[in-house]
């Protein structure tokens, strides 16, 4: 599985869920309630998760671990969680 998968994956699994996708230039932006969060895929080097904080604030979190990059996509699908572990 690569990044890509992943991505795509997590894309797939949100939308049979009923959630709102985006595709933006950079990749897919899911929707879920009042939360929203983008996806990078850089090639085989990692996947990156953007996101708004609840200051507002923008964050980035690259992960370079497939495991765990696709635990973090179903949290945020499944939950409406960002990075509700380290």
């Not at 997590?10 to 929707?31: N, R």
């Not at 009042?34 to 080097?45: A, E, K």
């Amino acid at each position: 599985m690569t990044y890509q998968d992943i991505s795509d994956a997590i894309v797939a699994i949100a939308q049979d869920e009923g959630l709102s996708v985006a595709f933006a230039p950079t990749g897919p932006v899911i929707h879920h309630d009042c939360l929203n969060m983008g996806i990078v895929v850089s090639g085989d080097y990692d996947i990156s998760f953007y996101f708004r904080d609840k200051e507002g604030k923008q964050c980035i979190r690259r992960i370079t671990d497939l495991d765990k990059a696709f635990s973090i996509g179903l949290d945020f699908v499944y939950e409406g969680a960002i990075f509700k572990t380290p």
